[in-house]
């Protein structure tokens, strides 16, 4: 399992043209959840002081949706139209493979044996392997089944509404556990270990979590040296809480390495990955772990002893693992999604087979209010966490680079998603849900861990609000350079301050989706928009206040992420929906129902973000809950005794 909240540069805009930036594996632990006030190292202000020497950085220009929300700019290509990123062929062939996947998990899996063995029986493994699941994205020619990211997402889908135990089984393996060789790897690294781990002969691990190394990426201690002869890497430490790390030949393993700087001639430790056997001696592992959920899969601590790895198995170069780390868990995310939207789809069925047959009070309570609030509310956020999965896994499939702002959205939100439905359904079915038979109580305990693994949400919240604000700053920083030589410069400020200027007085920055989406849906994209002007507002506001400061400013880091997030779910099911009333599909007006709602309710949100960011009171009140906060852990307990006084 990994916590990974790791950020390569931040830079932001203060007052007066400065600008800074910010290395975050040395400031990491201010973003982390558990902060601990700690004094820089002088090679780490050394660091940092190099870089802000090199802060003369252009604006950079994306077309991703969720990161030009920063600067208040509805940038639509990769959203509409909505993309479905498959050709006839590739079509087909997931027609055919969703029934047989279908078949095998509901056939030759049982979720609460898994739950209850701790494993996966041999023959539902096989019947994975027959399947090919192991190797769903490993090219054909490498024995792999060769699929897009949007075929994956449908599959992952299948096996998510089944067993997410089994999908974690299988996703630890290929969505993180090899995928560095996928996408970092050589010619001859994928030659060599590709075929026989995507025919599941082999199983992968992904290997970076450590006692002191969970979002703080930087403070890993597992270490490799060189050999005398240059030929292997000695590895040692360990880690723990690995997925599959029990049961994995192949490991990703990251680990500090000295790193020669040629221009500088120091050397420095970095973090480097690294393709690891356990074949390759002094691999060992602990017993499984006892865990709350996903008990199937198989989680275990991971030593390396004097492990000698041959120098032609480091992924890309030796420094580079934090780049690989990040390319690894931005490519991976969306599956996540996909997962849990089957999780749902399944959880919901649950729900409702048993509040269309229920009676109470002389009636079904499907007919309630309160029962239809909830399986409406259990819908919608279906219908959005559906949509941003299959969102993110067309936008990759469309070739656009720019999608890791939206691959961290879509964790976060569907982690979050899936535990309200399941809640919202136990919750219907009253004490049937709490019982072991339903399985529901199950779906929770496997639920649980999305919201911690492969990067905490809190941490994927200051992620997306910092990266955005890093992509804002970098425009702001360009403006107020075109400032200074206005000539020369026109273009550059006339479009901005058009842009600020038309907001100020409340007529708009010109966002509009009205020729994006279908006439039915023109007034929620119209309220999309406002909310997206807002966004911009604020962003600027606050990067003006605070300068360099915002990078502590968790609490409105938070909100501007909340809001961002609540505009890309927007985003994706008007996309969405406007393909499915284009199309005249038997869902559509349902599925406008629901578009509409969620839109509404989600502008208010939005809105409510926002406005806490510029309310004194909210502040002040933020302010109080930190010394709240400082009491209660100065003292270690809740700082007020017992009313009855003992």
């Not at 095998?104 to 898994?114: A, F, I, R, S, W």
């Not at 096989?126 to 994956?152: C, H, I, K, M, S």
């Amino acid at each position: 399992m990994l916590k990974v909240g790791q950020i390569s540069k931040i830079l932001v805009v203060v007052p007066k043209t400065q600008l800074c930036v910010f290395n975050t594996s040395e400031a990491a632990a201010m973003m982390a959840v558990r902060f601990q006030s700690t004094e820089p190292s002088a090679a780490a202000l050394e660091r940092q002081k190099k870089k802000e020497k090199a802060m003369a950085k252009k604006a950079v220009h994306s077309t991703s949706f969720c990161q030009n929300i920063f600067r208040g700019i509805v940038a639509s290509e990769q959203v509409f139209p909505y993309p479905i990123a498959l050709d006839e062929e590739q079509t087909e062939n997931l027609q055919m493979l969703v029934p047989i996947c279908e078949k095998v998990m509901t056939e030759q899996n049982d979720p609460l044996l898994n739950d209850e063995m701790g494993s996966v029986p041999e023959p539902t493994i096989q019947a994975l392997r027959e399947l090919g699941a192991f190797g769903l994205q490993v090219p054909v020619e490498l024995d792999g089944v060769g699929l897009t990211n949007t075929q994956y997402a449908r599959l992952t889908e299948v096996v998510g509404g089944n067993d997410l135990g089994v999908g974690i089984f299988i996703g630890a393996h290929q969505s993180i556990g090899f995928k560095g060789i996928l996408l970092c790897g050589t010619d001859e690294q994928k030659a060599k270990y590709l075929p026989k781990l995507a025919t599941g002969e082999n199983i992968a691990a992904f290997a970076l979590t450590e006692p002191s190394c969970g979002s703080d990426a930087g403070a890993i201690k597992t270490r490799a040296e060189l050999n005398p002869e240059g030929t292997h890497w000695i590895l040692n430490g360990g880690k723990i809480w690995i997925s599959n790390g029990g049961i994995a030949e192949i490991f990703t393993v990251f680990c500090k390495t000295p790193v020669l700087d040629e221009k500088t001639g120091t050397v420095t430790d970095k973090v480097s990955a690294m393709i690891v056997e356990r074949s390759f001696g002094g691999v060992t592992n602990g017993p499984p772990e006892k865990k709350m959920g996903i008990k199937c899969s198989n989680t275990a601590e991971v030593y390396f002893e004097n492990t000698p790895v041959p120098v032609e198995n480091v992924l890309s170069q030796p420094g580079d693992g934090f780049k690989v780390a990040m390319q690894i868990l931005n490519n991976g995310r969306f599956g996540m999604g996909a997962a849990l939207s089957g999780t749902m789809r399944t959880v919901i069925q649950k729900a409702c087979e048993h509040a269309t047959t229920r009676i109470q009070f002389g009636s079904r309570i499907d007919g309630y209010g309160a029962i239809q609030e909830k399986i409406a509310r259990m819908s919608m956020i279906h219908y959005a966490t559906e949509s941003i999965a299959y969102m993110v896994a067309g936008t990759m499939d469309s070739d656009y680079e720019d999608y890791q702002l939206e691959a961290a959205i879509s964790k976060i939100f569907a982690s979050e998603a899936a535990w309200f439905v399941t809640d919202e359904a136990i919750q219907i079915l009253g004490g049937m849900g709490y019982m072991r038979s339903m399985g529901l109580e199950k779906v929770m305990r496997d639920i649980r861990i999305f919201r911690i693994f492969e990067g905490t949400n809190d941490i994927l919240r200051l992620f997306v609000a910092l990266v955005g604000i890093q992509f804002a700053g970098g425009h702001l920083r360009e403006l107020q350079s075109a400032i200074s030589n206005p000539i020369s410069n026109f273009g550059v400020v006339l479009g901005e301050v058009a842009k600020r200027g038309k907001g100020a007085i409340g007529i708009g920055t010109g966002n509009t989706l009205a020729d994006k989406v279908h006439p039915n849906l023109s007034d929620s994209a119209a309220l999309t928009c406002k909310a997206v002007d807002a966004m911009g507002q604020a962003v600027e506001k606050v990067l003006i206040k605070h300068g360099k400061g915002i990078i502590n400013e968790q609490f409105i880091l938070n909100r501007l992420a909340n809001a961002t997030i609540d505009i890309y779910a927007n985003a994706s099911v008007l996309a969405r929906c406007t393909k499915t009333l284009n199309e005249d599909l038997d869902s559509a007006h349902h599925e406008e129902m629901m578009t509409k709602v969620w839109c509404n309710e989600s502008y208010a949100r939005i809105m409510d973000n926002l406005n806490q960011l510029k309310n004194p009171e909210v502040l002040d009140n933020f302010k109080t809950m930190a010394k709240i906060s400082e009491g209660v852990c100065a003292k270690v307990a809740p700082v007020q005794g017992n009313p009855l006084g003992f």
